[in-house]
């Protein structure tokens, strides 16, 4: 899976993730056809909480990430403690932060997320060893 998404939408984003750390200690991240869900559930499983992004919310969305994965699902389970860094001021990331690339593979089984700036620099990226369930 490949998606990139624009500088607005880099804010709508991060405010799901933290609304969803709220939830759970895990960050599932579910690439569908009908868009990107994102998913947590609390320890004692009586809270959940889901975002579905569809796919004309990113300027670029793309389920085949190079690799052929055929008709299989793929769905990452992401420690929240890692992922929450990164969108940790939200309003800094909205005036530096020109696009968003997150990308998932199953080849190297890896979730990799790139914050580009408006001078052509690299904010900073984000390269995890996710539990991929295919």
Same mark, same amino acid.
């Given at each position: 899976?490949?998606?990139?998404?624009?500088?607005?939408?880099?804010?709508?984003?991060?405010?799901?993730?933290?609304?969803?750390?709220?939830?759970?200690?895990? /960050?599932?991240?579910?690439?569908?056809?009908?868009?990107?869900?994102?998913?947590?559930?609390?320890?004692?499983?009586?809270?959940?909480?889901?975002? /579905?992004?569809?796919?004309?919310?990113?300027?670029?969305?793309?389920?085949?990430?190079?690799?052929?994965?055929?008709?299989?699902?793929?769905?990452?389970? /992401?420690?929240?403690?890692?992922?929450?860094?990164?969108?940790?001021?939200?309003?800094?990331?909205?005036?530096?932060?020109?696009?968003?690339?997150?990308?998932?593979?199953?080849?190297?089984?890896?979730?990799?997320?790139?914050?580009?700036?408006?001078?052509?620099?690299?904010?900073?990226?984000?390269?995890?060893?996710?539990?991929?369930?295919?």
């Amino acid at each position: 899976m490949n998606c990139v998404i624009e500088r607005n939408s880099v804010k709508a984003l991060g405010k799901a993730i933290h609304a969803l750390s709220r939830i759970g200690n895990e /960050l599932w991240l579910d690439p569908m056809a009908k868009g990107l869900a994102l998913r947590s559930v609390n320890a004692a499983h009586s809270a959940y909480g889901c975002f /579905l992004f569809s796919p004309m919310f990113f300027k670029q969305y793309s389920l085949e990430s190079g690799s052929k994965q055929g008709s299989k699902a793929i769905k990452c389970k /992401l420690v929240m403690k890692s992922v929450l860094p990164l969108f940790r001021c939200l309003t800094s990331i909205e005036r530096s932060v020109e696009r968003c690339h997150i990308s998932v593979s199953t080849a190297t089984d890896r979730v990799i997320i790139q914050f580009f700036c408006r001078h052509g620099r690299k904010h900073c990226v984000w390269d995890n060893n996710p539990i991929l369930l295919k």
